[in-house]
């Protein structure tokens, strides 16, 4: 089962390992992109933490839009619009529920998903968020189908996710700013990938109590 | 780091109300969200033109904001695209009835952000142009495609001459296309920038490395190279945009040399001169021109050059009145 509750923990759990991760991303994106990931994200979850509903205090949906709203309206560039419409469409999906079940919100990441990629439309192995994205839901619906608990699942996607963060180094970038190097992007890991894996690294340890 | 700056995170809003001081008879701003606009706007009937980006370019764009040019920029973050409620409040703020238009440039935040803003202006019709004139970029289906750079300053004016005539908005759209079509940068760096925010250098270069092709939020561009000379480095930049154009003897054309930020007056003309001596070989006449500091990287040394293909409408609407911040003459 996921709360209202795990969601208040889990987005204040991304915001403080994104101040702690902040500079780090900012390198990864000066060397392939604009030099600002960290920042942005930094400043959008600030913002979110000012928007976000108590524990207990409301819906699933309304503490994610809450964290949507933050993010499209200081983010900026393009992790703002695709982050938003992520949490979004992850508001949408779960709506006035205070609890689902794991398969729901299962469901509800791959609505998050879905909505990235008609955002930005790039595609897997463009070296984007979406090569940490797509293999830990991959990896969290196949554990949740084989009846695993949630905090597993979510291990388990959260290790799928740096697979593919991880793997976005050898990559030519097909998209946003670091297409512009071409073959030159290769080498370096990706920014949005990083902060992808970060964001379902959180949900991971939220779940799990750590 | 060694900059006029107080705190870093209010940098944009206490640079755009500078501005906004310097040349109040012109502009005003909303603070949150953060918007500049023409004091006069909006006019019952005219179209509404807006634009907006990362800041970092001064005095694009809010400096070019003002009469015979834009009705309000948005102002993002430095090197960020603006968020989706400041094109909605610029949007509902210039609306005269008559419609708006977006001018976009090519970055996929910026293009996604002004989507975003364009489905939440009900009411109003908005119509938005992409531009992409940055021929250091390969276009290709797999790839974000070129960048929108220089040609962003003469498709602000043509366009926005064109909506002080009083055009409706289809004509101003396809004037607007018309440029894009018919405009094309390159753009070289010398040394790098440091954004506020980072506090450090956005890519490192040596003393004697030249960035070819770069892109105004330091973006590498086409391939690093050993310094060369002025005029070696201008044919670098020029040929290609020539060569994209398809530009034949007897065409018109303006010619813009733009400075990063770091490059004197004086070296911008050294470059504008080569540039003149390239064209007068292909028998190309140059009737229009602007040089000067106008799509900035902060403070990288570099220059940019922008070719535009004339013909008589894009003449006088460059020639029509204009008096924003960064940009006046015949007023």
Redesign the interface.
Same mark, same amino acid.
């Given at each position: 089962m996921f709360s209202q509750e795990q969601a208040v923990a889990w987005t204040r759990a991304t915001a403080a390992r994104v101040e702690e991760r902040a500079t780090e991303l900012?390198r990864l994106d000066?060397a392939i992109?604009?030099?600002?990931h960290g920042?942005?994200l930094q400043?959008g979850f600030r913002a979110a933490l000012e928007r976000l509903p108590g524990a207990g205090d409301g819906d699933l949906g309304g503490a994610l839009k809450a964290v949507s709203m933050a993010l499209?309206?200081?983010?900026?560039?393009?992790? *703002?619009?695709?982050y938003g419409s992520f949490y979004l469409a992850m508001a949408k999906q779960l709506g006035t529920a205070t609890e689902v079940d794991d398969a729901e919100l299962a469901k509800a990441l791959r609505a998050g998903y879905d909505a990235v990629v008609a955002?930005?439309k790039a595609q897997p192995g463009d070296k984007t968020m979406l090569d940490a994205m797509g293999p830990a839901l991959d990896a969290l619906d196949a554990a949740v189908d084989a009846g695993q608990p949630l905090g597993e699942a979510l291990d388990a996607a959260a290790a799928a996710a740096e697979d593919g963060m991880r793997a976005t180094i050898p990559l030519v970038a097909?998209?946003?700013?670091a297409?512009?190097? *071409?073959e030159?992007s290769a080498g370096h890991q990706d920014p949005g990938a990083t902060s992808t894996h970060l964001v379902m690294q959180a949900l991971a340890d939220t779940v799990n109590g750590r | 780091m060694k900059k006029l700056i107080n705190a870093v995170d209010d940098f944009v809003l206490e640079s755009v109300e500078g501005m906004c001081r310097a040349h109040a008879d012109l502009v005003a701003y909303n603070p949150d969200?953060i918007v500049v606009y023409r004091k006069d706007t909006p006019r019952q009937g005219k179209v509404g033109i807006i634009s907006g980006g990362?800041s970092g370019h001064e005095p694009m764009h809010g400096g070019f904001v003002g009469l015979g040019m834009l009705d309000a920029a948005c102002p @993002? !973050? /430095? +090197?960020?695209?603006?968020?989706?409620?400041q094109m909605q409040w610029a949007t509902e703020k210039v609306d005269g009835g008559a419609g708006v238009l977006h001018i976009v440039k090519n970055?996929?935040?910026d293009v996604?952000?002004f =989507?975003?803003a364009a489905e939440l202006a009900e009411g109003t019709r908005v119509e938005s142009v992409v531009i992409d004139d940055d021929v !250091? /970029?390969?276009d290709s289906l797999? %790839?974000?495609g070129r960048?929108g750079v220089g040609g962003t300053v003469l498709l602000e004016k043509i366009v926005g001459a064109l909506a002080e005539e009083g055009a409706d908005l289809d004509a101003i759209t396809a004037m607007a296309r018309d440029v894009i079509a018919n405009v094309r940068s390159m753009g070289l760096a010398l040394t790098s920038c440091i /954004?506020p !925010?980072?506090g450090?250098p %956005? +890519?490192e270069i040596g003393d004697d490395e030249v960035e070819i092709g770069i892109?105004i939020? @330091? =973006?590498?561009?086409r391939e690093r190279i050993k310094m060369e000379s002025a005029d070696q480095l201008t044919d670098r930049i020029t040929n290609p945009i020539i060569e994209d154009l398809g530009l034949t003897s007897g065409e018109k054309v303006l010619v813009f040399v733009n400075s990063m930020g770091g490059t004197p007056l004086a070296e911008l003309y050294v470059v504008y001169r080569r540039v003149a001596q390239l064209l007068d070989g292909g028998g190309v006449e140059i009737t229009r021109s602007l040089v000067g500091p106008y799509i900035t990287s902060l403070e990288m040394q570099g220059a940019s050059v922008t070719i535009l293909r004339l013909d008589d409408d894009k003449t006088r609407l460059w020639d029509a009145p204009v008096h924003a911040p960064g940009l006046r003459w015949g007023v």
């Open positions: 900012t000066q992109g604009d030099g600002d920042i942005n400043r499209i309206g200081k983010v900026g560039g393009a992790s *703002g619009p695709l955002r930005g097909r998209k946003g700013r297409s512009y190097l *071409g030159r | 969200p990362g @993002g !973050a /430095v +090197f960020t695209s603006p968020t989706p409620d970055y996929s935040g996604m952000n =989507e975003m !250091a /970029v390969k797999y %790839t974000q960048r /954004v !925010a980072a450090t %956005t +890519f892109g939020h @330091g =973006e590498p561009g």
